[in-house]
Every structure is written in C-alpha cells, then in structure tokens.
T-cell receptor, first 115, second 116 residues
C-alpha cells in the first residue's frame, strides 16, 4: 500500500500566484481531509469530503481557498491568489467510512512558501 | 466547541527514562481521544485511541495512555524511552460527526527530545 500521496512536497511561489496542491488518498478510502499546520495555529482542519462530496468547509480561511474532489482517487486544494500568510505545511489524510472511520492516515505534507 | 491543551511545548528526557506527556481536553461529553506522532518531515501516525471501556489503552511502539474523566485528561506514557522516540506528539479529540467521519481537533503538540 502506497499510503496517502501528496504533491508537490515543496512549493515556493510568489505572492499573487495560484498554487495547487494535490492528494491521492489510500485506495478504497472514502473520506478525505485537508489540514494546515503552522507554528502559530498548529494543525487545523480546512475541509473534508465523504464519498467525494464536501461535508464541512468551515475551516477554509477565506474565498481564496478552494478544494475539489472530482473522483475517489484525487483531490486538490487551490489557493488563488496566494499570500505570504498562507505559508504552512498542508496535509492530506484519508480514512475508510466502512472499515475504520476513526483512523486517519496522513500524507507526508506539502511545505508551501509564499514570498 | 471542543479544545485540546498540551501544556508542555518541549520536553527533554534521557534514553531509558520514563515519559509522560500531558493532554487536557474540553468537551461537553466524553469525546473520542487520540494520540498521534509526527517525525521530522513526515505526516502524522496514529499511536493509540480511546472510545470507551478500559480507561488504559495500549498503542504501538510501547506507548499507553490513560483516560481520566474527572480530570479531563488523556496523558501519554512510556516506561522507557528510546532515541527513536524523538518526535512531536499531538493529542486530538473528535466528536462523531454523524456523517461517518471523525473531525479531529488537535493540540499544539509537544516536542520530545531524547538525550543519548
């Protein structure tokens, strides 16, 4: 099992640019979560999907952030336009609703730096 | 809303010494409780979880945690620390959402350093 895959692992961009983070959940998992980790705020849940449908996006900081899950094996988190305060590590996690819904498996994260 | 407090930002212990990491939560009912570990540059890995039943739960890598309802605590322990345990540890709480998923609220983490 390859685990949760995230790309890119590191992203450096300039303020105002569009940034797209990608996630491939574990095969067979049907819940997907996006988290952001910063020194100041720790780990925060941004949004989560069940069966490709967004269930709760109350953690998304503002309209510059959007997330999609077009199919069961792929999700994106987009920031447009990016700002320096978006610099953080972004984690994707997945779980299985039918099997073990309370255990989330985390990807290695994408470290985003916005200059 | 639920919250989690990890009062120790950084702890240093000698290899072979015992370890206790503190976690206090705030929630209206008994929540589901978790401990995760994050090694440098890695994602989070689940160590153990508590839902109900025996208040002392065993996890991976020799860790255990005890749920104390009266103290709203869920402290993590290990009797003998290994150098490879150096990492950051996160306590988390989750209510069952009803939609089938568990929305985790994390504490700020405790960084563990191990002296050889």
């Amino acid at each position: 099992d390859a685990g949760v895959i995230q790309s890119p692992r590191h992203e450096v961009t300039e303020m105002g640019q569009e940034v797209t983070l990608r996630c491939k959940p574990i095969s067979g998992h049907n819940s997907l979560f996006w988290y952001r980790q910063t020194m100041m705020r720790g780990l925060e849940l941004l949004i989560y999907f069940n069966n490709n449908v967004p269930i709760d996006d109350s953690g998304m900081p503002e309209d510059r952030f959007s997330a999609k899950m077009p199919n069961a094996s792929f999700s994106t988190l987009k920031i447009q336009p990016s700002e320096p305060r978006d610099s953080a590590v972004y984690f994707c996690a997945s779980s299985s609703l039918a099997g073990d819904p309370d255990t989330q498996y985390f990807g290695p994260g994408t470290r985003l730096t916005v200059l | 809303a639920q919250s989690v407090t990890q009062p120790d930002i950084h702890i240093t212990v000698s290899e072979g010494a015992s370890l206790e990491l503190r976690c206090n939560y705030s929630y209206g009912a008994t929540p589901y409780l978790f401990w995760y570990v994050q090694s440098p540059g890695q994602g989070l890995q689940l160590l153990l979880k508590y839902f109900s039943g025996d208040t002392l739960v065993q996890g991976i890598k020799g860790f255990e945690a005890e749920f104390k309802r009266s103290q709203s605590s869920f402290n993590l322990r290990k009797p003998s620390v290994h150098w490879s345990d150096a990492a950051e540890y996160f306590c988390a709480v989750a209510p069952y959402s009803g939609a089938g998923s568990y929305q985790l609220t994390f504490g700020k983490g405790t960084k563990l350093s191990v002296i050889p």
